[in-house]
């Protein structure tokens, strides 16, 4: 579904992506999740992805804007936020693993690109994991002492792009 967008045709996609069945790996849809209880803004859409990775791509170059939310291993203390934008994000696939669906969700952002995709903004708001392969839990205590934070930040970053003009002309890919 699109949102109704903002006055100037952009809308934003908030994107959870992770496994939910996997302990700390269920950290973005566990987000995207708390995270519709805290913000209602009419362009924004913000939608669980689990693990369908290039199954996304429909939604992702139709949005203009895009907030992933994600559980991260970058080398941190566990439950530590990582916030990452423009492309800084991008940046980081190249240097360690920066998202437990490394593969797939930089394929992804690679595809959206390649059709054409010019994202105004984009950032992903992340929780360093502890566990990721724990079949059947839940989060492990840090990650789950760390949602609120990450909510927070995931928050002020959709309130500032609401509030800031666009960066880019908007350019969507043609579906």
Known sequence: MIPSSSDDGRWTLVLGVGNIL????????????????????????????????????????????????DAVDMGRPAGEVVVLEGDAIVTGFGTRVLSLHQTSLHDLLAAAELLGWTPDRRALVGIQALDTETWGAGLTPPVAAALDAALDRAEEILVRWEETPPQLPLCRAEA
């Open 22 to 69: 996997w302990a700390d790996e269920g950290t973005g849809p566990r987000l995207v999740d708390a995270l519709r209880q805290r913000v209602n803004l009419p362009s924004v859409e913000m939608i669980d992805g689990g693990t369908q990775g290039l199954y996304l791509l429909p939604m992702v170059t139709a949005c203009s804007r895009l907030l992933l939310l």
